[in-house]
């Protein structure tokens, strides 16, 4: 048997969405309670109204990173001061746009995190763990994606 099948069905939680198309380009998601839009440039025959797809996927990398960051933290009791996180990407659009046979997502990715502690830390131990855990970082790195994570951990003193 393999791990997913053992896996128990309590385990495992279901995501579920809406999504309807509300003009050329563009479309609109529902997520428990909450909606979004999706867009592409004017350029690429959208209007320019939302991010586009991968726009926020590289935003929920940021974003999933600074949760699990937070949740390490408060298991390790540690106090955060300050957290910031930035990511650039590489999107070879020939891919997208059928006119080369690369990969259409992201072919490098840098995420640069920047966190400031009460207190010491155990830096290789904290970053292992955030990494371990991270669902984003995680589907990209498995993925095949270059990714790169740059930490900038330091330790502040509270006023």
């Known amino acids: 048997m393999t791990h997913q099948q053992t896996q128990k069905k309590t385990d495992l939680r279901s995501i ?4 309807t198309r509300t003009s050329p380009f563009q479309n ?7 909606t979004f839009k999706i867009d592409e440039p004017e350029k690429l025959g959208g209007s320019n109204e939302a991010l586009t797809p991968m726009e926020y996927i590289i935003g929920s ?10 949740m390490v933290a408060r298991e390790k009791e540690l106090t955060i ?17 059928g006119t080369a046979d690369v990969n259409p997502h992201f072919q490098t990715l840098t995420l640069q995190v920047d966190v ?37 951990i330091s330790k502040e003193a509270q006023t």
């Open 28 to 34: 609109e998601h529902t997520i428990r309670d909450f």
């Open 16 to 19: 579920e969405t809406q999504s």
């Open 61 to 70: 990398l940021n974003g999933c990173f600074m949760i699990v960051v937070e």
């Open 81 to 97: 001061l300050n957290l910031d996180a930035s990511s650039t990407g590489a999107i070879d659009r020939r891919g997208l746009l």
């Open 116 to 152: 400031a502690f009460a207190e010491e830390i155990d830096e290789e131990d904290f970053i292992q763990r955030v990494q371990k855990r991270c669902p984003a970082y995680n589907l990209f790195k498995d993925s095949g994606v270059e990714i790169e994570v740059v930490w900038n």
